[in-house]
């Protein structure tokens, strides 16, 4: 089955699918992004995701290429038309296309949207869960601003390369202080031993995780104590736990940081549990 993106009004075929060259999504990263995830074909916490979405576009002074509910129209007719039941749904907006300037184009232009969808293997990532991932440390190198989900993502795409390298699955930041700020791809937690889920403040230079704020509206349910506070890698290799969130990964447990196990080097109980009963919380629209 061929995969079908909208492109700027456009339902195509992946294959013929393109934008213009002076994109300036293409041409300076001058864009945003989401990625919700797509299960029983539906899409899981679309409003949050699309306040984010908001937020980062008037950060940046992008204009809102159209309603959100349209987005949301989009969306849908994206994933269903890929046939995805679970997988990731794909937004970018990009500032629009202009002859190359580094400036904003003088006159307004049409922000760029472009939306894909593709199939996650749920028995896979059910066994990555299982079996854990590892994680590398590796200096913070990005701008100030990761608050903002733009598209320039060169530092994340090096430090996940970095980690694959290393045989690893993600990649995490260590700031000027020596505390860990979060994945490449996702936000960083441990667990300690008396079991309090610690997790770096959003106003502490790391984007603010959809898939973060949810937990810990299952962190109050369950009764689970909350610190947001950075921690060091020091302190996450002695933890009880250790785990990651994102979107396409919801709760991914690590048993290994920089080579050295975390607990006794398989998945923790509470991350565990927190993967299992993370649904219950999402809003599925
Ligand atoms: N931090 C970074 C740098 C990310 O790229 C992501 C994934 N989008 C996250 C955190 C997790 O965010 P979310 O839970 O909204 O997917």
């Not at 409003?47 to 937020?55: C, E, G, S």
């Not at 184009?105 to 869960?129: I, S, Y």
């Not at 190198?141 to 608050?147: A, M």
């Not at 919801?250 to 109980?269: L, N, S, W």
Request: hydrophobic share 40%; with cysteine; charged share 25%.
């Amino acid at each position: 089955m061929s995969r079908i993106a909208y492109v700027n009004g456009r339902y195509r075929d992946l294959r013929d699918a393109c934008v213009n060259v002076e994109d300036r999504g293409y041409q300076f990263a001058d864009g945003v992004y989401e990625v919700c995830e797509v299960r029983g074909a539906r899409l899981v916490d679309f409003p949050r995701h699309m306040a984010r979405l908001q937020r980062s576009m008037r950060e940046l002074r992008i204009a809102e290429p159209m309603p959100i509910t349209a987005l949301g129209i989009i969306m849908r007719e994206v994933v269903r038309r890929n046939r995805v039941t679970y997988g990731i749904v794909y937004l970018q907006v990009t500032r629009g296309v202009a002859r190359r300037d580094h400036a904003f184009p003088p006159n307004p232009v049409k922000p760029g949207v472009v939306v894909t969808a593709r199939a996650l293997d749920d028995e896979k990532k059910q066994q990555a869960a299982a079996a854990g991932i590892s994680v590398i440390t590796l200096p913070e190198n990005r701008w100030p601003r990761v608050d903002i989900k733009s598209v320039a993502l060169l530092p994340n795409v090096l430090a996940k390369q970095h980690a694959r390298e290393k045989g690893a699955h993600e990649a995490w930041y260590v700031d000027s202080d020596g505390f860990v700020t979060e994945g490449a791809s996702s936000n960083a937690w441990i667990v300690t031993k008396d079991g309090r889920a610690v997790t770096r403040s959003v106003d502490q230079g790391i984007l603010a995780g959809i898939t973060r704020a949810v937990l810990m509206e299952v962190l109050r349910a369950f009764q689970i104590r909350l610190e947001e506070r950075p921690f060091t890698p020091a302190e996450a290799r002695e933890a009880a736990e250790a785990f990651v969130t994102s979107a396409s990964q919801i709760v991914m447990p690590v048993v290994a940081i920089d080579g050295q196990v975390v607990g006794d080097g398989r998945p923790g109980g509470i991350a565990r549990r927190l993967r299992e009963e993370f649904h219950r919380f999402s809003a599925f629209s």
